[in-house]
């Protein structure tokens, strides 16, 4: 199974931007989909983003469309999420997740991922 780390999370004020990465390892198969997730505590998981390796296409929730931008490095099997015009509400534990996939638009139920990282906290401040 994929293995997952998080790393990247830190504490800005609103406006500002975060890069966040997510590097793989163990891949067995040619094709996957990488998610982002997010928790703020008190509330369920949040699907954020996904990117297919195979192509690159990826798909944003409607709250960070136009703000964050995924991407993936398929040598260095790392997945990154640009945060730009960070705002409050977007403080959270961020997730990465995986899922063997052969489609180009990636699913975006959490339930359809079957690896995940340990997550990495987003603190944004007014």
């Known amino acids: 199974q994929v293995q997952l780390v998080e790393s990247g999370g830190d504490s800005v004020q609103a406006g500002g931007s975060l890069r966040l990465s997510c590097a793989a390892s163990?891949?067995?198969?040619?094709?996957?989909?990488i998610g982002w997730f997010r928790q703020a505590p008190g509330k369920e998981r949040e699907w954020v983003a996904a990117?297919?390796?195979?192509?690159?296409?990826?798909n944003y929730a409607d709250s960070v469309r136009g703000r964050f931008t995924i991407s993936r490095d398929i040598g260095k099997k790392t997945a990154s999420l640009q945060m730009n015009s960070l705002k409050p509400e977007d403080t959270a534990m961020y997730y990465c997740?995986?899922?063997?996939?052969?489609?180009?638009?990636?699913?975006?139920?959490?339930?359809?991922?079957?690896?995940w990282g340990r997550g990495t906290q987003v603190t944004v401040s007014s």
């Open positions: 997740a995986a899922v063997a996939f052969g489609s180009s638009r990636c699913p975006i139920a959490r339930e359809m991922y079957k690896s």
């Open positions: 163990n891949y067995e198969y040619r094709s996957y989909c």
């Open positions: 990117i297919s390796t195979a192509v690159g296409m990826s």
